[in-house]
């Protein structure tokens, strides 16, 4: 079987080399096991056929029998289109062809009997169906008593008539040439106790399916098994390494935390903090190497916990330091933790990219020697030229920007693994923390810090920009700053979205100078350019600050009360929040508002309503995942994911997920290394190298 399956896609019936060019270019099918676990994402049902007179436009996808009287062509270049009069005994309707058409009459004649299928719609008051799918009844592939697969493809596949039937059949070719059946991948025991289809049944039902709880059973079985291999790779791995890997014991906590704790904490920790605090501490001194979560919305105060984790790592001897995704983050960090640490002899220092050379002799040699105890940076820390002297506490800052193999360089700089603190202001879903993040710990700051007045989130159409600039100016007048943050630097033929560059124009002309300065910041400016334009606004010199999204991160501006997001449909939901975490930064009471056309897609309008709802970033990150997939920690659909979820989505399939994390820890509390005769088949499949298949052992 396994030889058959790895065989190129270009010697399966109906490819050949063209095709299988375009199916890797397309969709990455390389291989007929590729092609196999290409899964549909819907079914149309084929059981059904209608006639002509039941027919009304609003009806999704229908087919119907009958034969074609007549073709003829109608319009002129663009709107030139083949029409074929298709009739039953009931009525007649349209059947229209704006390309590819000229084979059509050849292979349907008029007078042969059709099955035909596609979507009615009305055109000059007349039924019709634009390029609708077409089969002879007696030929075998037709499938009038079943559900039919309907597949993902690409436009560039449709001009090559790649479309989801063609691959439907490519399918069938596949499945028909199957030398034997699938082998099994679950133990028997398994499949028995939580009553699943065995693979090959869910393999071919998944397909072509025979009614629709023949899917439903054969989609459970393929989610759960992807998801459970996943888990229990993850789990496999913790607790091989919570076995043998040992973490430094930090036993005190000393003169330097109790200092700070007394005397420079700025305010009361809040009960989220405490918990967190107790949760590092225990983890800092059992022995075993920390790989904690810690999970916080903007302004939580993650960084003050990561601070004080650190201040326990150097009473107990070492040094620490903390990795940011960008130079602003990492400048962000290094202000604040000076500030906190302001009065007490620690030396703390800041290495990026653009630190001068001659800067960074000091910054090694105190490295080196241990005088040098907390250093802040961005992937500069991972360089070789870069060796801590005895490094036992890495804080990661957002961690999923950082790839697996970057972060196995910082672990290799210490001789016992570091404790690792992994911060995370995205809040992440449940089902996405267990997938992720299943092999860490995870802490959550569920609590704000008192005196924050919650957000108060508006949405207004485009037509009612006055009023927002009419409330916009009274509070100005009241001394608060001000971003309006836009999607689009300059003007997109291809998108209709408001853009900085004619938000400026407009801007300058309400808000005129010299009453009113205006900083502007975008991702094409030169670094130092956007570095003097932030510099004015933080100093209050300028009062409205113009943006597109570079301000996501790392900006904190508490007199800044008002965030104004111009064509907010256009933005992903964490990116909303993430924007939104900008202002709320002080004492005072701050405003969001989300700007948008009347034109708005059912997921635009479910964005905007939830975030206009919610303040919690948990929530909002639940709506989100279910509306876009994975993807959403990065904007696109899974990338930060770091396996390739073939049928499973983790927005919709939370209770498959849990149940799949059950029964792996269930599995690995009673035979951790897979060793009894019962779980071999694990450790085979496991082994082969499946979906999901990470060292997840040495790497946090």
């Not at 560059?501 to 350019?529: C, T």
């Not at 003097?532 to 570079?550: L, N």
């Amino acid at each position: 079987m396994q030889q058959y399956l790895q065989q190129d896609i270009q010697f399966l019936p109906g490819v050949g080399p063209k095709r299988a060019q375009l199916l890797r270019d397309e969709l990455n099918i390389g291989t007929f096991e590729e092609l196999l676990t290409h899964y549909p994402f819907r079914y149309v049902d084929r059981s059904r056929f209608y006639t002509i007179s039941e027919v009304t436009s609003d009806m999704p996808f229908i087919q119907i029998r009958g034969k074609i009287f007549g073709y003829s062509t109608i319009g002129k270049s663009r709107g030139k289109r083949l029409v074929a009069d298709f009739r039953d005994n009931t009525g007649r309707m349209e059947l229209v062809w704006f390309k590819g058409a000229k084979w059509i009459p050849e292979n349907y004649p008029v007078g042969k009997e059709l099955v035909v299928f596609g979507k009615p719609t009305v055109y000059r008051r007349k039924l019709n169906l634009v390029h609708p799918e077409m089969e002879d009844p007696e030929k075998k592939h037709v499938v009038s008593s079943r559900l039919q697969a309907v597949y993902p493809t690409t436009e560039k596949l449709k001009d090559q008539y790649l479309t989801s039937k063609a691959i439907s059949k490519l399918m069938a070719n596949l499945i028909k040439g199957l030398p034997v059946k699938f082998e099994e991948t679950l133990p028997a025991w398994l499949l028995q106790k939580l009553n699943l289809v065995n693979l090959d049944t869910a393999m071919r039902q998944i397909h072509f399916p025979d009614t629709p709880a023949q899917y439903k059973r054969a989609a459970l079985r393929l989610k759960f098994e992807e998801l459970f291999y996943i888990q229990l790779n993850i789990l496999q791995g913790k607790s091989i390494r919570n076995r043998h890997f040992r973490g430094n014991i930090f036993e005190k906590v000393g003169d330097i935390f109790n200092t700070f704790y007394k005397e420079h904490l700025p305010f009361e920790l809040t009960g989220a903090q405490k918990r967190v605090m107790k949760e590092i501490r225990s983890d800092m001194g059992s022995g075993r190497q920390m790989n904690r979560l810690l999970q916080g919305d903007v302004g939580s105060g993650k960084t003050l916990v990561a601070l004080m984790s650190m201040l326990i790592a150097i009473d107990n001897g070492y040094q620490a330091c903390i990795m940011a995704p960008t130079e602003i983050l990492a400048q962000q960090h290094y202000k604040s933790i000076t500030r906190f640490l302001e009065g007490m002899d620690l030396k703390v220092a800041l290495l990026t990219g653009s630190v001068k050379k001659s800067e960074r002799i000091p910054i090694h040699e105190g490295l080196e020697d241990g005088s040098l105890k907390i250093l802040i940076g961005t992937h500069a820390l991972i360089e070789d030229v870069v060796q801590f002297r005895n490094l036992g506490l890495v804080v990661i800052d957002e961690q999923h920007r950082f790839g697996v193999a970057q972060r196995a360089r910082l672990w290799k700089k210490a001789d016992l693994l570091p404790h690792v603190l992994v911060m995370t202001a995205t809040p992440i879903p449940r089902t996405l923390a267990m997938t992720l993040y299943g092999d860490l710990d995870v802490s959550v700051i569920d609590e704000m810090p008192p005196g924050r007045k919650p957000i108060i989130t508006r949405h207004s159409f485009d037509s009612k920009r006055l009023m927002v600039f009419g409330f916009l100016k009274k509070q100005l007048a009241l001394g608060k700053q001000a971003y309006i943050v836009y999607p689009l630097i300059r003007e997109s033929e291809s998108m209709d979205y408001k853009d900085l560059e004619d938000g400026l124009e407009s801007i300058s002309r309400a808000f005129p100078p010299p009453e009113y300065q205006i900083s502007v910041v975008h991702g094409k400016m030169k670094p130092e350019e956007k570095e003097i334009s932030m510099k004015h606004f933080v100093a209050g010199r300028t009062r409205i600050m113009i943006a597109t999204t570079v301000i996501e991160v790392g900006v904190d501006v508490p007199n800044a009360s008002i965030m104004i997001i111009e064509s907010a449909e256009r933005f992903g939901l964490s990116q909303l929040h993430q924007l939104r975490g900008r202002v709320g930064r002080g004492a005072d009471q701050s405003y969001c508002i989300l700007m948008t056309g009347y034109k708005l897609s059912e997921e635009g309008r479910k964005r905007i309503d939830t975030m206009v709802r919610t303040n919690d970033g948990f929530e909002i990150a639940e709506v989100d995942l279910k509306l876009r997939g994975p993807g959403n920690i990065e904007g696109t659909q899974q990338s930060g994911v770091p396996f390739n979820l073939k049928i499973a989505h983790l927005g919709k399939d939370g209770q498959i997920l849990q149940l799949a994390r059950d029964t792996a820890e269930l599995i690995i509390a009673e035979d951790s290394d897979l060793t009894l005769e019962k779980n071999h088949i694990f450790t085979r499949h496991i082994k082969k190298g499946d979906p999901g298949h990470i060292d997840w052992g040495n790497i946090s």
